[in-house]
């Protein structure tokens, strides 16, 4: 049976990202070795097209295949950043493969269906439909982080990842079973008529509650927080861009359209574990990211900081979540989202360009005297680390001034007060970097690595959106507010 | 009124300055030196345009620029002067010509990127006292933070890193806690806009519970006082001052520390005045503790440069003392203090600096009879010595004196208690003079020091003549402020309430200012 052909525009991006990863594999035995490199103008197309496919869906909005999707600015908005990831992944990529010698073609292929993956769980309103998303994008993610097959940090990386996302996605699916047992429907729009009608009863609670701690695990939030930096460590550096931006942007797509749709009138169950898992993951991130003298690892901890932020606003949405405010709050999530993506792209980028081959140069004190060596390269890396710490004119700034906002709007003066304190003990372990790259002298002579091509799109990019965040934050966060209305 | 975009342009030519200094190649230093002087000299007669523009006795906001920047929330690109931020811009262009001449040949790595840094600093520093929307206030005031780190840990002395995070990491803990201060009261206000905002509290269209609006003045004021810095938040300053090169303390003390003074001015006082006058007390009692812990151990300090670091803990209470004892005289003779400070202390660090270049040591034992090698350098240095102790006829004399007549009218035992610092200044300054100039040349390296080269004259000069200036013709000064600065005192009365307050506020409105403003006609 042929689905209605709107069904088919409303899933073009998914389409477009699987037909060209397939496209890629198909092509890659016939591709002589010395040509492999090449492989990457069919990925960069497809990373290309499918991102711009997304006017297909936003020209169509509506529920796809009968409710199991649902394409609305959420939805697109989501689509957008996850795209921009997959563009940004391959362009970054290509030269990395090469110098590593790694095989090109698969890692093409995974990236393409992990993409596909989170486009889904951005559009997901049933239940399983989210959870096949989130498998598609994982387990191409878990082949991903130990693609340096040589490199035991690799493979450890990945086994890591893949030991405990599989119980992340376990809990999940049980999570699913029981709220199904509960209210005997997984779409997101009946789950929200029954808990509207009083079926919530303690197993729809305990679904909630293991959806929430397989997402946690996805999203890298306290408790379930601890495998982040290995794995972020061990996988190919630009597997750790791809890691901390896009699938953590559709691990919280798939998360608010599970509490804000299908559990908003249950709130009071979840705002507490929300607002804890915040403060603690906030607590987390940043006091261990202030030991850390590996930079690769000291950004796995941050971005861990990032995500309690997120939940930070999430809660202010959890205070009121039907009324009109709320809005504020979810369209904050998703600003910040945007604003994350890029200045932490960019910064793992820039990471992995300094490292050089086989990444090794990523001690902190490595960096020592960078800006005399390379000046550019540390005024990149000191735009993104201020936007991380939230200083004004970057991106990063708007975002937790919109967080911060939500917050304070929802009265939530103590987590407010926590972030805070937050902010200015995360400063602390940015700012070494840049006295390292700028105020002391340098120990050890690096052969400076010249910047490809496509790393140096991928820089400008990122460092130009985040100064144009950071400045006219006015159209996104249009569109951010679009996209929390449409939700709803 | 409306100056077509004058006020944007100061803000900005100086990071169109140090954009430009990008396309010049780092190996030609002079032209950069070049570049950043005709830069910040251009940007003094830009800010000489804004006074000859300025209307005194007008207390409203002039040559107000408004523009939608941000559609959600509701942000402003919203600048205007008045009487209170049109000195400090003048005193922000005027020192900064004064510290790029001062680093013309001591700074020697980096040259390009140091100026950079310096007027991208004297961007943002403008921008803080020109901004009247909330959000871009905290913009610019966040902004400035990150070049001024650069300065202090790049090209600071032996502890600069240390120096530099306390400081930066200082002033985050207060600015955050300001920004949800600032938030909240969007919250309760609706806008950003600091006029639209003011207006609405001071007619009781807003109401704010006394908690709410503690809690409020708490976090503004916290984020002003470590800027200031109120004893005893002070504990960045000395490290902070010391580590800096000669400009970056020049700036630091003579700019930076008045942003905290300028927003009690601007936020604190007029936003909350229930609470600034419930807090009054302590935080005179603050203030107090600072002038005379600050002097004394100015006095016991071996290193002039930390001695100087703590003069301003010293004076920078007086203008605390002055703004809290709500009485036009005190807040027009803080205001007055603030800028002569910014001259006077600049102009210390600038003549320790020119020491440093030839010592490189700080500690004054090292020196010694330094009359006989420097004669004309050993007179221009007494000579800004004695305006910083408050010598009449001299610019510090007149601050110091109108805090204290005004304080003394409100309080008279604050008043009593900060008079002692004037004399404790005398001391350690003139001490310090004494054991530094006088005498005979005590270590052989000082015998063939150079006296002051003639750049090194041109800048002394200039600053001695804006010294004696300020001291003789303060009517000119003012004539311009007068007007805000009774306004702050008349965006302290509320509609409603207060009533019990309101005789006490409004008394001193009925006293005039020390010095008439006809003397200068």
């Not at chain 2, 002033?171 to 300001?178: C, D, F, I, K, R």
């Not at chain 2, 107090?288 to 440069?305: R, T, W």
């Not at chain 2, 304080?407 to 300054?429: K, M």
């Not at chain 2, 402020?481 to 506020?505: C, F, H, I, P, W």
């Amino acid at each position: 049976m042929v689905p209605p052909i709107d069904d088919l525009y409303r899933l073009a991006p998914e389409l477009v990202f699987c037909g060209f990863g397939m496209l890629v594999m198909l092509l890659e035995p016939f591709v002589s070795a010395a040509r492999k490199k090449w492989l990457s103008v069919p990925a960069l197309a497809g990373a290309v097209l499918g991102l711009a496919a997304t006017a297909l869906p936003a020209a169509h909005p509506g529920a796809a295949y009968y409710g199991l999707l649902r394409i609305d600015t959420f939805s697109i908005f989501l689509h957008l950043i996850v795209g921009a990831v997959a563009v940004l992944v391959v362009l970054s990529s290509a030269d990395y493969l090469e110098r590593e010698k790694l095989p090109p073609g698969e890692f093409y292929a995974l990236v393409l269906f992990a993409t596909a993956g989170m486009g889904i769980m951005a559009s997901a309103q049933e239940l399983m439909t989210g959870f096949i998303g989130l498998e598609i994008s994982s387990i191409a993610s878990y082949v991903l982080a130990g693609y340096r097959r040589d490199s035991p940090r690799s493979n450890e990386s990945a086994m890591k990842y893949f030991l405990l996302g599989s119980f992340a996605t376990a809990f999940f699916l049980y999570g699913i079973a029981m709220a199904y047992g509960a209210t005997g429907t997984t779409n997101l729009e009946s789950l929200r008529n029954a808990v509207a009608q009083g079926h919530a009863g303690g197993l729809l609670t305990l679904g909630l509650g293991l959806m929430l701690v397989g997402l946690a695990f996805k999203v890298a939030t306290a408790p379930f927080q601890v495998w982040t930096p290995d794995v972020y460590e061990g996988a190919p550096a630009p597997v750790t861009a791809l890691l901390a931006s896009g699938p953590k942007a559709a691990a919280f797509a798939l998360l608010m359209r599970i509490l804000f749709v299908g559990f908003t009138a249950s709130s009071g169950a979840w705002f507490w574990v929300v607002w804890i898992s915040a403060a603690l993951t906030m607590f987390a991130g940043n006091l261990a990211a202030l030991v850390q003298t590996n930079v690769k690892r000291m950004l796995a901890y941050s971005s861990i900081a990032h995500a309690g932020y997120i939940l930070v606003a999430i809660a202010a949405v959890g205070t009121m979540p039907d009324d009109a405010q709320s809005v504020a709050g979810i369209a904050a999530v998703l600003f910040y989202l945007a604003t994350y993506v890029l200045m932490k792209f960019g910064a793992f980028t820039m990471v992995s360009q300094l490292g050089g081959p086989g990444e090794r140069r990523l001690d902190i004190n490595g960096y020592a005297g960078l800006s005399q060596e390379q000046p550019w390269a540390a005024a990149c890396l000191s735009l993104y680390l201020l936007s991380l710490l939230g200083l004004p004119v970057t991106a990063g700034f708007l975002g937790k001034f919109y967080v911060f906002k939500a917050a304070v709007n929802s009265n939530l003066l103590w987590l407010v007060i926590l972030m805070a304190v937050n902010s200015v003990v995360a400063a602390y372990y940015y700012l070494r970097v840049i006295v390292v790259m700028y105020m002391r002298e340098p120990q050890q002579e690096w052969t400076p690595q010249p910047v490809p091509r496509g790393v140096a799109l991928v820089l400008l990019l990122t460092a130009a959106g985040t100064l144009y965040l950071g400045l006219f934050p006015g159209k996104v966060m249009q569109l951010a507010i679009q996209s929390a209305l449409s939700l709803r | 009124m409306q100056g077509p975009l004058l006020l944007t342009v100061i803000t900005f030519l100086p990071l169109a300055g140090a954009l430009a200094l990008l396309i010049l190649r780092r190996e030609d230093r002079l032209w950069i030196r070049r570049l950043a002087l005709t830069t910040a000299l251009a940007e003094l007669g830009l800010s000489l345009l804004l006074l000859r523009g300025f209307l005194p006795g007008v207390a409203a906001y002039q040559f107000e620029e408004y523009r939608s920047w941000i559609a959600t929330p509701p942000i402003h690109y919203h600048l205007g002067v008045d009487g209170i931020s049109l000195f400090l811009v003048l005193l922000t262009t005027f020192l900064t010509p004064l510290a790029v001449l001062a680093s013309w040949r001591s700074i020697t790595s980096r040259v390009r990127e140091f100026f950079l840094m310096l007027l991208v600093l004297e961007t943002g520093m403008i921008g803080v006292f020109l901004a009247l929307d909330l959000f871009l206030f905290f913009v610019f005031w966040e902004v400035m933070l990150v070049p001024m780190y650069f300065l202090i840990g790049i090209w600071g002395h032996e502890r600069r890193i240390y120096a530099a995070l306390k400081f930066v990491l200082y002033t985050m803990a207060g600015s955050v806690l300001m920004l949800v201060g600032i938030l909240w009261l969007y919250n309760l206000t609706g806008t950003f806009d600091l006029p639209v905002m003011q207006a609405l509290l001071q007619t009781g269209q807003v109401l704010l519970n006394t908690r709410t609006e503690m809690l409020l003045f708490g976090a503004f004021f916290l984020a002003f006082a470590i800027k200031v810095p109120l004893f005893p938040l002070h504990t960045w300053l000395p490290d902070a001052h010391v580590e800096a090169p000669t400009a970056g303390s020049v700036v630091l003390a003579g700019v930076l520390l008045k942003m905290g003074a300028y927003g009690m001015l601007r936020f604190c006082l007029p936003l909350f005045p229930e609470a600034s006058h419930r807090l009054a007390p302590y935080i005179a009692v603050l203030a107090i503790i600072g002038i005379i812990y600050g002097a004394l151990v100015a006095m016991v300090q071996p290193d002039l440069k930390k001695l100087v670091a703590y003069s301003s803990v010293s004076h920078l209470g007086f203008v605390v003392l002055g703004i809290f004892a709500f009485n036009a005289t005190s807040i027009q003779g803080a205001l007055y203090q603030m800028l002569s400070h910014g001259v006077s202390t600049g102009a210390l660090f600038l003549a320790v600096g020119m020491l440093y270049d030839r010592r490189h040591t700080h500690l004054i034992r090292e020196f010694g009879g330094l009359a006989t090698p420097m004669p004309v350098f050993s007179a221009l240095f007494l000579f800004v010595c004695l305006s910083s102790l408050g010598l009449p006829m001299l610019n510090g004399f007149v601050g110091e004196f109108l805090i204290l007549l005004g304080t003394f009218q409100q309080h008279a035992r604050w008043a009593v208690w900060a008079a002692t610092g004037v004399i404790l200044s005398a001391v350690y300054l003139l001490w310090a003079y004494q054991r530094v100039i006088y005498g005979d040349v005590t270590s052989e390296n000082n015998r063939a020091l150079p006296d002051a080269t003639r750049r090194e004259r041109i800048i002394l000069f200039t600053a001695a003549a804006v010294i004696l200036w300020m001291g003789i013709a303060s009517p000119m000064f003012t004539r311009r402020m007068e007007a805000s600065t009774q306004n702050v005192l008349k965006q302290m009365q509320r509609s409603t309430a207060y009533e019990a307050r309101d005789s006490r506020g409004a008394a001193p409105r009925a006293i005039q200012p020390a010095i008439p403003s006809a003397g200068e006609r």
